[in-house]
């Protein structure tokens, strides 16, 4: 009989193998660990884990059905609420979403709800289930501004209700950081991606790639030019920042967009592909959140030895907890309460080196976490050929600065009500990191849920 | 998918195409430019917009063959096709938003330089539709790199084409033709775009700052996506970082740092001549040029 307080645990590569190549981290549970981890589940009538999801999935709906062996099943009963599961599973902080409300967690780990999703989402894909589509269309058209999770999970589930939906994509290919950001070892994009997103054309809608609103067309010309009867801004928070400090445009510096686009969407790790990148000997990655931990991994896949350098400790990361479980075990080494102080640079312009200073923690700041201090006089040089700034990023003011009437706040981002979507501008409304700066994927797609039906009672009153 | 309906040579290593791109042909402005993509494996290139015609929903680049993608691109005939054709990107020229009328008072010089005619000509030509007769040098390196000439000459005033080896027009650099006209000929110019590689934006920045003419340069960093999320292409311009891409790509040429701009250009210039003697070399490719070591 198998412990019921412990989850099934789940197979992966082994880090020695994987830090050497891109193929995915995790592999997931087969059919019968999956409903041996079922089991676990308590069918709680009163459900803390779906308070836990922004998207509100029937959590004991879909696991009871794994239960029985009803994949299917439960692959609609997800349905109903997300139309990226594939996705959420694998990159959704669990930890402090649905799983940290289990009731199992009090006594034990909690139910593994993040592989269970992503077990009926990947037989889902494997074998070709389709979702639910409308019947017949309702004639409405709503144009949604990027193809990243709030705006596939908003135009998905304004096709289920009968719009003609049209997503507008600034880059090659569709997905926004599901494609760009998110590496293929998270993430795979043939596998996962691609399949999942080819599950919301089959809903209906249609892509437009190559389409950066703003430059090619606006969005008062898609309203005025192209009958579309409502906007959803889903357009996410693509602009990187950089420290400020000497040395930071020197030959070698790159922002994380930067590196994890060239990998990732351009596939530079791929000799096949005509995108060069540099791997680096000797890598610092400035920055500790999720988008750090996947550039170093990257880098360090592709040859370097690999430094994260963090400004507080390790129990302030922002990462999840897996990401940086992960990564070392992979041989990513963290140098933590250290901040750079300037980049440095040889004769030809590239990087030689940084000037690191060590920190301490202080008082807790408005955010609650204790404020890194310097300690005075403690500076000392690190010897780096690569360094990777990824200390977050803001939403792109492209569009909000060629869209009349569009409210922003001082962070650029796009000022939208919670619950539906409605921004200053009638009939326009926005979601995800657009809205709110960069956050995460199930919370995008929250906003994308809630965006669709601020539209559905807009256009249906009318 | 985005049609080649015109493909043709200009000059050696410099090429035309006419390509098929509705949304982008509408929204055209001087100054601006494009990214294209031959293929699912290609890299995104930025390219110059020469032309464009919104009504027929085309788009003219012109582009000069430097590295494997460039070449491979020069391969595509009319009939043929760009996978991936995004724009227009960057901001339109200042003068597009200024009163026309003053800009009918000024005195104002186009200095393009080898491929860098080809950004000129749809500056000049937006000046030749508002009235206004513009000077404009171009330079090469000899009569056969000469680009777009019939064309330049119908929408300037006066016409300056300059050769290095002095095989047509004025024998010498586009600055000292410069110089020439201020200093001997007592022209005066109240704004000067210039625009070409970047070594040569530059001495005509540190001779237009001599001359005391404001100047604008079109900057043409390593690009990826265009449109502002990755920072590939900033640039010190006075103490502050831009984004080419977004802020730019014009920048008053006399606040921009050229010398750090050349070295970021360099940057893959391992990864891009590995790429090239692949392309050329194909299946005989060992090695051989001392720095990629064959295909490994």
Known sequence: MADMLKRVPVREQDPKERAKNFEEVCYGYNLEEAMEEAARCLNCKNAKCIEGCPVSINIPGFISKVKEGDIEGAYQVIGESSALPAICGRVCPQESQCECKCIRGIKGDPVSIGKLERFVADYALENDIKPKKAEKTNGHKVAVIGSGPSGLTCAGDLAKLGYEVTVFEALHELGGVLVYGIPEFRLPKEKVVKKEIEKVRELGVKFETNVVIGKSTTIDQLIEEEDFEAVFIGSGAGLPMFMGIPGETANGVFSANEYLTRSNLMKAFDDSYDTPIVAGKKVAVVGGGNVAMDAARTALRLGAEVHIVYRRSEAELPARVEEVHHAKEEGVIFDLLRNPK???????????????????????????????????????EIEVDTVIMSLGTSPNPLIASTTNGLETNKKKCIVADEENGQTSKAYVFAGGDAVTGAATVILAMGAGKAGAKGIHELLSAK | MYKILEAKKLAENIYLMNVEAPRVAKHCEPGQFVIVKIDEKGERVPLTICDYDAEAGTVTIVFQTVGASTKRMADLKAGDSFRDFTGPLGCPSEFVNEDIEELKKKNILFIGGGVGAAPVYPQVKWMKQHGIDVDVIVGSKTKDMLILEDEMKAVSGNYYPCTDDGSYGHSGMVTTKLEQLVKEEGKKYDLCVAIGPMIMMKFACLMTKDLGIPTIVSMNPIMVDGTGMCGACRLHVGDEIKFACVDGPEFDGHLVNFDEAMKRQAMYKTEEGRALLKLQEGDTHHGGCGHCGGDN
Request: charged share 40%.
């Open chain 1, 342 to 380: 300037e980049i440095l640079v040889d004769d030809n312009g590239w990087v030689k080196g940084m000037k690191v200073i060590k920190m301490e923690l202080g008082e807790p700041d408005e955010s609650g976490r204790r404020r890194p201090v310097e300690v005075a006089g403690s500076e000392y």
